[in-house]
């Protein structure tokens, strides 16, 4: 896949940023559209298609290995992943629509009480400060381990599984008072 987005490079500078690029943030950029979409082939998808966006604008990338071109590449593969969710979100509202026609009163019910409780752990998470939110969000929501999270953002291991208990702590706290408001 690599020779496919070189191919769309012109200047052989920009084709060696490039590779540095690609061969360093590709998999935070696949974790990254993962926490957004929840499914690795729809990830693979948003990787892709912000690898096609960074090729055509490779001039705006002067150091590949700096903290802004990170910044900038996730960023870029986040928005995309967005973009994508939202069209999905848009084709499964229509799907959902026509098989709600079929399921059972009951089985709704359940349906509805499971998304409910789900909701209310992921709107808490995010409502953590970022320190925290990030970890929990990779490790309840996406299932990650701590050794992978840490890899992701750059943290030692042992201070992801702290924040992941500390985090816990505070999730705790916020839906014990979401309970009795």
Same mark, same amino acid.
């Given at each position: 896949m690599?020779?496919?987005?070189?191919?769309?490079?012109?200047? @052989?500078?920009?084709?060696?940023?490039?590779?540095?690029?690609?061969?360093?943030?590709?998999?935070?950029?696949?974790?990254? !559209?993962?926490?957004?979409?929840?499914?690795?082939?729809?990830?693979?998808? !948003? #990787?892709? /298609?912000?690898?096609?966006?960074?090729?055509?604008?490779?001039?705006?990338?002067? @150091?590949?290995? *700096?903290?802004e071109?990170?910044?900038?590449?996730? %960023?870029?593969? %986040?928005?995309?992943?967005?973009n994508?969710?939202?069209?999905?979100?848009?084709?499964?509202?229509?799907?959902? *629509?026509?098989?709600?026609e079929?399921?059972? @009163?009951?089985?709704?019910l359940?349906?509805?009480?499971?998304?409910?409780?789900?909701?209310?752990?992921?709107?808490?998470?995010?409502?953590?400060? /970022?320190?925290?939110k /990030?970890?929990?969000?990779?490790y309840? #929501?996406?299932?990650?381990?701590? &050794? +992978?999270?840490?890899?992701?953002?750059?943290?030692?291991?042992?201070?992801?599984?702290?924040?992941?208990?500390r985090g816990? %702590? &505070?999730?705790?706290?916020?839906?014990?008072? +979401?309970?009795?408001?």
């Amino acid at each position: 896949m690599l020779m496919f987005y070189m191919s769309l490079i012109d200047n @052989d500078d920009d084709r060696t940023k490039f590779e540095i690029l690609y061969n360093k943030y590709r998999k935070r950029m696949v974790y990254t !559209a993962y926490s957004v979409l929840g499914n690795n082939e729809d990830a693979e998808d !948003a #990787v892709h /298609d912000t690898f096609i966006k960074i090729a055509r604008n490779m001039r705006s990338i002067q @150091d590949p290995d *700096s903290d802004e071109t990170l910044s900038y590449v996730l %960023k870029a593969v %986040k928005n995309t992943a967005i973009n994508l969710s939202k069209k999905n979100a848009t084709r499964s509202k229509h799907m959902q *629509s026509q098989d709600m026609e079929n399921i059972s @009163d009951s089985a709704f019910l359940d349906k509805l009480r499971i998304q409910e409780n789900y909701d209310e752990v992921v709107k808490a998470i995010r409502g953590l400060n /970022d320190t925290y939110k /990030d970890v929990l969000f990779y490790y309840f #929501v996406e299932g990650m381990k701590a &050794k +992978d999270i840490a890899d992701l953002l750059g943290r030692n291991k042992a201070t992801v599984q702290q924040q992941i208990i500390r985090g816990k %702590k &505070k999730l705790l706290e916020i839906l014990k008072n +979401d309970l009795r408001d």
